[in-house]
């Protein structure tokens, strides 16, 4: 598949509804140990092992972007959460596997 034949398909799909802990709080993704840049999106999983953001690209439409747990840092973005959608605390959630598991990181 090319990357214009994937984009297509990205443009003309919506977001499946997912089955997980869903949130709908306003998050920020970034890597734990590579590049600064951070993906911003509505928390729509949150599992052991994946992070899902729903987003709006303008070029896309509405995108679902899934980010594994291990190497992630997951961030609730101030001041952006929605009204009455609950206000989650990741930190916890955000640390390397073997801290959050009791082991040094």
Same mark, same amino acid.
């Given at each position: 598949?090319?990357? &214009? #034949?994937?984009?297509?398909?990205?443009?003309?799909?919506?977001?499946?509804?997912?089955? %997980? /802990?869903?949130?709908? /709080? @306003?998050?920020?993704?970034? =890597? /734990? /140990?590579?590049?600064?840049?951070?993906?911003?999106?509505?928390?729509?999983?949150?599992?052991? &092992? #994946?992070?899902?953001? *729903?987003? *709006?690209?303008?070029?896309?439409?509405?995108? =679902?972007? *899934?980010?594994? @747990?291990? %190497?992630?840092?997951?961030?609730? #973005?101030?001041?952006?959460?929605?009204?009455?959608?609950?206000?989650? &605390?990741?930190?916890?959630?955000?640390?390397?596997?073997?801290?959050?598991?009791?082991?040094?990181?």
């Amino acid at each position: 598949m090319t990357q &214009d #034949e994937a984009l297509t398909i990205a443009r003309n799909s919506q977001p499946a509804a997912l089955d %997980g /802990d869903t949130t709908g /709080d @306003r998050v920020a993704v970034t =890597a /734990d /140990d590579f590049g600064t840049e951070k993906t911003v999106g509505t928390l729509a999983r949150l599992t052991a &092992d #994946e992070i899902t953001l *729903h987003r *709006h690209d303008p070029a896309l439409g509405d995108i =679902a972007v *899934h980010f594994p @747990r291990i %190497g992630y840092r997951i961030q609730r #973005e101030q001041g952006a959460m929605e009204p009455g959608l609950g206000g989650g &605390d990741y930190s916890a959630l955000s640390r390397p596997a073997a801290a959050a598991a009791g082991g040094r990181p």
